[in-house]
T-cell receptor, first 114, second 112 residues
Framework: GEDVEQSLFLSVREGDSSVINCTYTDSSSTYLYWYKQEPGAGLQLLTYIFSNMDMKQDQRLTVLLNKKDKHLSLRIADTQTGDSAIYFCAAALGTTDSWGKLQFGAGTQVVVTP | DADVTQTPRNRITKTGKRIMLECSQTKGHDRMYWYRQDPGLGLRLIYYSFDVKDINKGEISDGYSVSRQAQAKFSLSLESAIPNQTALYFC???????????FGSGTRLTVV
């Protein structure tokens, strides 16, 4: 089955860029997502990228996809204290019997320091 | 009102008790999911349902059961709660892959 891996912790200074990395194993994954979880809340979809794209930009967020290496990254420009949260990478499984299911990574805790 | 509502938000229960977590949605989505979140393990799929008559086990379904009472309602039951079922439980819905999942705010369950 699909495995999604990401580092567990990232510390960044306010105003710097953050880069969160993720790797996945299923080459048939069709959509890849980044979710944000703030304390006491559910997961909120930040952005997604389709597997035939290399890059997607949305305001301060840039997603890069290296399909050959099965590597996904999320860059947050000008990181703010409000960006402190857990960020989850997720992959939509591509096989017929698993269509519509997402496999999540363990989450990266991002701490923004003043 | 929230698109995906989970009740209760917090629950403490004793070992051996039966407990039901409820999820309702106003999104009109056909697909509903139950995940549990444990620190360092991310989200793991317990059960999922692609429509009212279609219910499937996820990767960690042992000790859990579900009921899809209507398109909008999907309940998760712990038949006999045990302490290692202490976790944060999320319900989610989806309709297409373009928009991923919509999550509820979660139920924090503690089994003592």
């Amino acid at each position: 089955g699909e495995d999604v891996e990401q580092s567990l912790f990232l510390s960044v200074r306010e105003g710097d860029s953050s880069v969160i990395n993720c790797t996945y194993t299923d080459s048939s994954s069709t959509y890849l997502y980044w979710y944000k979880q703030e304390p006491g809340a559910g997961l909120q979809l930040l952005t997604y990228i389709f597997s035939n794209m290399d890059m997607k930009q949305d305001q301060r967020l840039t997603v890069l996809l290296n399909k050959k290496d099965k590597h996904l990254s999320l860059r947050i420009a000008d990181t703010q204290t409000g960006d402190s949260a857990i960020y989850f990478c997720a992959a939509a499984l591509g096989t017929t019997d698993s269509w519509g299911k997402l496999q999540f990574g363990a989450g990266t805790q991002v701490v923004v320091t003043p | 009102d929230a698109d995906v509502t989970q009740t209760p938000r917090n629950r403490i229960t004793k070992t051996g008790k039966r407990i039901m977590l409820e999820c309702s949605q106003t999104k009109g989505h056909d697909r509903m999911y139950w995940y549990r979140q444990d620190p360092g393990l991310g989200l793991r799929l317990i059960y999922y349902s692609f429509d009212v008559k279609d219910i499937n086990k996820g990767e960690i379904s042992d000790g859990y059961s579900v009921s899809r009472q209507a398109q909008a309602k999907f309940s998760l039951s712990l038949e006999s709660a045990i302490p290692n079922q202490t976790a944060l439980y999320f319900c989610a819905t989806s309709q297409t892959l373009w928009y991923g999942y919509t999550f509820g705010s979660g139920t924090r369950l503690t089994v003592v």
